[in-house]
């Protein structure tokens, strides 16, 4: 069950804060607690309709992440005094568009409705600054992916049900709260490996523990295998070795001596595939899963090409498509994360979408191929994840690097 965003809001607040709010609102001292529901409630319901675009879960997982994200210590030392709480507000309703774009107004006058005094959004701003930096922290605490934090946020709705109003579906252009976010599942911007019950309701049958002696006693055998065979080969090498002339020490250090490096090896800079080329996606990707120590955050490029500036595919019939289909076949419990990625050099919000219905492209080919729905997601994440080597001081070839398709292993079995 996802953890209850409005309980830890409270539980970070405390009462002080939350006094705070109801002071700064000029509502009675024992209101806080409600407004604060509604606000958070407000602020997620409208999350949810913002996540529910192709493009938009990437944006907010970029607005909570991101360098112009507020650290949750800041915000916490705003709700110490009604003054600072007050001086904080933006004088406009920028910061609101960013999650309710162009029905801000409607919401802001449900909003005024439900909790009198909030003239002007002022509650609503006051707490989306909060909820940012609480899923912030949570992305950070749990270091989520942008998988995750859909699924965390389609775990809020069972808090919200009896919180959101009519009236805010309504602002909102979405009919029924059933339909609030359920775009993140059609989208496949959930965890893959969820089904959609489990992924709108947050539980599912848990499994039942192994019993000890279901695995023990079958592995001391082959313990006890794998010694004997152990034995038998010591024995036969000291037997070959008796019937062999010693080495002289000169002939052994000549062999031991080792040899000169054929050249420096460049350190591995970054999680992204190494070399890129014929066969190159499919025997890494086909190396990492056969490996026990995986890094979650390991990239396999893939090698597409798109129309500069449009999600136009020029080489559908790319060998690594076919590649990732085959393993997929292959291994039909493993999920996977298609991720778009531009420069980084244009208008930001058409940069995301371009990214978004590149990774669709994807993954649609996919889908075409016969894998399932719910074993792929497709982000578009801009230019938000660079590789590591082109962070900063990029070079036009490092540019290029940035924008790739790559894919991701979110589960195996």
Sequence with gaps: ??????????????????????????????????????????????????????????????????????ELSDVLAQFSDKEKLAASLPGDDATLQKVFGTRVGEVTKVATTEVPGNEGGHLLKMVLPLVTALLGAQVKAHKMDVSDLASFLIGQREFLRDKVPDALLDALDVKGFDNLGAALV??????????R???????????????????????????????????????????RAADQPSETPQEQAFME???????????????????????????????????????????FILQVKFE???????NPKAPDIDALAQIMQENPNLTVAIEGHVKGEG???????????????????????????????????????????????????????????????????
């Excluded at 059609?186 to 969820?194: N, R, S, Y």
């Excluded at 080792?258 to 499919?282: I, M, R, V, W």
């Excluded at 500069?308 to 020029?314: D, R, S, Y």
């Design 197 to 239: 019950e489990q992924a709108l309701h947050g539980h599912g049958e848990k499994k039942k523990p192994v019993s000890f002696s279901s695995w023990f006693f079958p592995l001391l055998l082959v313990l006890i295998a794998l010694y004997a065979l152990n034995m038998c080969m010591n024995k036969g090498r000291q037997e």
């Design 257 to 299: 001596s080792p040899s000169e490096p054929a050249g420096d090896t460049p350190p591995n800079e970054s999680n992204a595939q190494a070399q890129l080329g014929p066969d190159k996606f499919s025997s890494n990707l086909r190396d990492y899963l056969k490996s026990f120590d995986r890094d979650p955050n390991q990239e």
């Design 308 to 314: 500069p500036g449009t999600a136009k595919l020029l």
């Design 347 to 413: 208008n930001e919000i058409k940069e995301q979408e371009i990214s978004q219905e590149r990774a669709d492209v994807v993954r649609e080919l996919l889908l075409q191929k016969g894998i399932a729905a719910n074993r792929i997601t497709a982000t578009g994440m801009g230019s938000a994840k660079p590789l590591p080597q082109s962070a900063a001081g990029q070079t036009s070839d490092q540019q290029k690097k940035n924008e790739r398709i790559s894919v991701r292993v979110v589960t195996t079995e």
């Design 1 to 70: 069950m996802a953890e209850n965003l409005l309980e830890l809001a409270a539980s970070q607040l405390g009462a002080s804060g939350i006094g705070t709010l109801a002071a700064a609102l000029n509502l009675p001292a024992e209101k806080g607690q409600s407004a604060l529901d509604t606000g958070i409630a407000f602020v997620l319901a409208g999350m949810l309709n913002k996540a529910s675009s192709k493009t938009g879960m990437a944006y907010l997982f970029n607005m909570v992440t991101g360098s112009e994200a507020p």
């Design 186 to 195: 059609t989208h496949g911007h959930a965890k893959p490996q969820e089904p």
